[in-house]
């Protein structure tokens, strides 16, 4: 099976600017979930997707949004970009069959999208 | 809230010896998974083990295995026969079942030859 995919890759904006970044993931994977990470930060968690519907949201401003298609393919965005934008932005899949009950889907990554912000 | 705990910001092993790499978490859920993810300079976070905690035996994966201790809320990684591949950050990263991965600051493990 082929992985995640983000595209793309590397990104330069200044600020103002808004981006749009992709995600494609595992063929079957039903969950899609964006994380930042930044040297000062670590690795945040922005959101989760499932079935087109925002499932989960990270403590981050209303500038970072996403959407999911209905072939679990995800896109986030981010407007009005600041420096502190900054980072690599990963993107990751899971199976997510769990319902009601309690269960936790391994969830695997793309190789990022790069954004640098002047 | 959960917090995932990594106090080794560096570690050094010689080619072909084993290294632990330390993880402690805190959480108040009673069901929760652990992960440990690798993430090469390159940036991808790869996938190595996963502990569930109601799992009574340590998981293994080939040369990684998980010294699961939930009384002491840690969850070391076990690399056995370090490769020179095997060099690039080490995350610990826990989710409560909400899906969410709450992650640690890391372990950059270096392996000499």
């Known amino acids: 099976k082929a992985g995640v995919t983000q595209t793309p890759r590397y990104l330069i904006k200044t600020r103002g600017q808004q981006v749009t970044l992709s995600c494609s993931p595992i063929?079957?994977?039903?969950?899609v979930s964006w994380y930042q990470q930044t040297p000062g930060q670590g690795l945040q968690f922005l959101f989760e997707y499932f079935s087109e519907t925002q499932r989960n949201k990270g403590n981050f401003p209303g500038r970072f949004s996403g959407r999911q298609f209905s072939n679990s393919r995800s896109e986030m965005n981010v407007s009005t970009l600041e420096l502190g934008d900054s980072a690599l932005y990963l993107c990751a899949s899971s199976f997510s069959v769990g319902l009601a009950g309690w269960v936790t889907d391994t969830q695997y990554f793309g190789p990022g999208t790069r954004l640098t912000v002047l | 809230a959960q917090k995932i705990t990594q106090t080794q910001p560096g570690m050094f092993v010689q080619e072909k010896e084993a290294v632990t790499l330390d993880c402690t978490y805190d959480t108040s859920d009673q069901s929760y998974g652990l992960f440990w993810y690798k993430q090469p300079s390159s940036g991808e976070m790869i996938f190595l083990i996963y502990?569930?905690?109601?799992?009574?035996q340590n998981a293994t994966e080939g040369r990684y295995s998980l010294n699961f201790q939930k009384a002491r809320k840690s969850a070391n990684l076990v690399i056995s026969a370090s490769q020179l591949g095997d060099s690039a950050m080490y995350f610990c990263?826990?989710?409560?079942?909400?899906?969410?991965?709450?992650f640690g600051s890391g372990t950059r493990l270096q392996v000499q030859p």
């Open positions: 990263a826990m989710s409560p079942g909400r899906r969410a991965l709450t």
């Open positions: 063929s079957g994977h039903r969950s």
């Open positions: 502990q569930g905690s109601y799992d009574e």
